[in-house]
């Protein structure tokens, strides 16, 4: 079934079918290249969150829960798949060879967020 196809019956039958895009960033080079890129590639998501073109980003860990491979996830807002992929390219993690990408088209339909701000305790709570 074609993407849009799908969209669309997602769309008529209530569903949010909210578009976004997903890189999962993949180790390509050894952990003191991921470590050395990072600085730069933190800099790089923090100035796409401030123009609104990152909706989420963090490490992910290996199958067991329990270690860091420096695997990461990352959510992009953008206008289409070629706009998220210029952005997850643009990224210095990437640039430097110490990760590749996949890239996907992700169509968050159902869920539920929740937020609280502690505006006295500065705490912020996502649930």
Known sequence: MKWS???QQA???GALALELYVAQSVPAKG???VKAALPAHLEYQAGLEAKGALAFA???SDETGEDMQGMGLIIYRADSLEA?????AA???HQSGARTFILRRWMINEGSVSLNVGLSTKSVVLS
């Open 11 to 13: 769309k008529a039958r």
């Open 91 to 93: 990224d210095p993690m």
């Open 31 to 33: 952990p003191e290249d």
């Open 84 to 88: 998220a992929r210029a952005l997850a």
């Open 58 to 60: 963090g490490p992910m």
């Open 5 to 7: 196809d799908y969209k």
